[in-house]
């Protein structure tokens, strides 16, 4: 059992940078996939980046590419993401999300998550 706590979001400008947090408050993340997902109003949930819990490989959708960065220390039981490109339309809870595998956390329904952080880019 794992649950998950994320910080770090709130307003930021158009073209601003932000990092969140995700901590494991009870459990491990360690061998656990990790990633980060995002829903805006009215929008489905869609994923931002996840990473392997086996070899730290890492997954952008197209649409993230180059403008997130997620990353994981496991001694401090924690994941991150970062983005130095904020734009509007990133706009959204932010959730993150641990899973067994990596496709697992890409497709599966299951898994635990936590229960989100609001980003909001002004223009």
């Known amino acids: 059992q794992v649950q998950l706590a994320e910080s770090g979001g709130g307003l930021v400008q158009a073209g601003g940078s932000l990092r969140l947090s995700c901590v494991a408050t009870?459990?491990?993340?360690?061998?656990?996939?990790m990633g980060w997902f995002r829903q805006a109003p009215g929008k489905e949930r869609e994923m931002v980046a996840d990473i392997s819990g086996r070899d730290g490989s890492i997954y952008y959708p197209h649409s993230m590419r180059g403008r997130f960065t997620i990353s994981r220390d496991d001694a401090k039981n924690t994941v991150y993401l970062q983005s130095d490109t904020l734009k509007p339309e990133d706009t959204a809870v932010y959730y993150c999300?641990?899973?067994?595998?990596?496709?697992?956390?890409?497709?599966?329904?299951?898994?635990?998550w936590g229960q989100g952080t609001q980003v909001t880019v002004s223009s």
């Open positions: 999300k641990a899973d067994t595998t990596m496709w697992d956390l890409e497709n599966g329904r299951s898994g635990y």
């Open positions: 009870e459990g491990t993340i360690t061998g656990y996939a």
